[in-house]
């Protein structure tokens, strides 16, 4: 990564005058493969973090996870999510694995601290200590196990880049990006599993493919209804896929059936039109943004949104800058942006945060 690589993208003004800037870049692609449209350098290196999660469920349901465990919609979604720890998405964690024989003992992911008040209140009530399937990385920990058990492959280490697993997670995601492997850089997740590095625009191919396999020319047809599992699951149940208090969330209940939403930490999130959204145009887009800075400070918005509150704003600009979101949809989220008020202490309006680019069209 390179400052070069990033162009101003979101600034802050405290009374008119500009106090700070964030970088960023922007990549617009089709299922096809063209660059619809770009900001700062679409060809820029980083990693997808939890973005990568309707990636990396599609080879146990290409081979018939689905069928085999009779799993619902709303499970998949779950599987792709980086969902809030509150009850109910521990509850659909629990039926997956009451169905597949997945034990909460054998996740890797770990534990950490949940970011939703109502629910961090409702277990000090009950004298409730965190478990791993709280983590927001569980649904995705528990496709990979079944995955594993359904295979009949060892469970101790599935989460090992040796794992055949995960290796074949890394060639189906390679495959959608439209890399080959030796181009993916591999590293670990914060869950302890492993996550994938690619430029933006190969990112971006993924998740119009992802949205559009027919036309993204997927290799079989079992990827290709995968694909459209992933995107029906993610669609039809948008709270599994985060949190009342997440923009995932929020975004994909706004615009019903149209598009997906995943985000991922240090500033990365990634969205997939669904075809019927592009209108005249023939196949599906991926959006793909990242932020330079990582974007953290996310309590200063109002929702508390973990995940930050730049991303969300330069999402909603793209959005608006392609003419996808209507003006009542833009309004049903503005307190996300693309431009919103800076309060202090005493809530008082202080200043603005807005974007600063305008997209290239190829």
Same mark, same amino acid.
């Given at each position: 990564? =390179? ?13 008119? =005058? ?15 493969? %063209? ?5 700062? $350098?679409?060809?820029?290196? =980083? ?6 999660? &309707?990636? @990396? ?8 996870? @689905? ?20 009850? #109910? ?6 039926? /997956? ?30 004298? %409730? %200590? ?28 599935? /989460? ?52 559009? &396999? ?30 009342? $208090?997440?923009? #995932? =969330? ?20 990634? !969205?997939?039109?669904? &075809? @019927? ?9 991926? !959006?793909?943004?990242?932020?330079? $800075?990582? $974007? ?13 509150? !730049? ?9 608006? @800058? ?27 309006? !202080? ?12």
């Amino acid at each position: 990564m =390179t400052s070069s690589q990033y162009a101003p993208i979101f600034e802050l003004l405290r009374d008119g =005058t500009v106090e700070s800037i964030h970088y960023g870049a922007v990549a617009v692609v089709d299922a096809r493969g %063209e660059m619809i449209a770009w900001w700062g $350098d679409p060809c820029a290196v =980083t990693y997808l973090r939890s973005s990568a999660k &309707p990636m @990396q469920v599609l080879p146990f349901l290409e081979c018939g996870g @689905q069928a085999q465990f009779a799993l619902s919609l709303q499970e998949i979604a779950l599987m792709c999510a980086s969902h809030s720890g509150s009850d #109910d998405h521990v509850a659909v964690v629990r039926g /997956i694995q009451a169905k597949t024989g997945v034990r909460e003992s054998d996740l890797l992911c770990g534990v950490h601290p949940l970011s939703n008040k109502a629910t961090i209140e409702a277990m000090r009530l009950r004298g %409730e %200590e965190l478990t791993p399937n709280r983590n927001n990385c569980s649904g995705k920990h528990t496709a990979m196990l079944a995955y594993a058990r359904m295979c009949g492959l060892a469970v101790e280490n599935y /989460i090992d880049p040796s794992h055949p697993v995960q290796r074949d997670i890394l060639a189906a995601f390679a495959e959608m990006c439209g890399l080959p492997l030796e181009q993916v850089a591999v590293g670990i997740d914060g869950c302890s599993a492993p996550n994938f590095a690619v430029p933006l625009y190969n990112a971006a191919l993924a998740f119009a493919r992802l949205c559009d &396999p027919l036309v993204g020319g997927v290799r079989t047809p079992e990827r290709a209804a995968a694909c459209r599992m992933v995107c029906a699951a993610m669609s039809s149940y948008p709270e599994m896929v985060g949190g009342k $208090d997440s923009f #995932d =969330t929020r975004l994909i209940r706004a615009v019903p059936e149209r598009l997906i939403c995943k985000g991922g930490a240090e500033g990365f999130l990634a !969205i997939g039109l669904l &075809p @019927q959204e592009m209108g005249n145009r023939s196949s599906a887009l991926g !959006i793909v943004i990242k932020i330079s $800075d990582g $974007d953290l400070g996310g309590h200063s918005r109002p929702s508390g949104d973990p995940l930050g509150r !730049i991303r969300p704003a330069v999402a909603l600009e793209v959005l608006r @800058q392609l003419d996808v979101l209507s003006p009542a949809e833009l309004e049903a989220l503005a307190e996300y942006g693309p431009t919103f008020s800076l309060r202090n202490w005493r809530h008082l309006t !202080i200043g603005i945060g807005r974007p600063c680019f305008s997209l290239h069209y190829g």
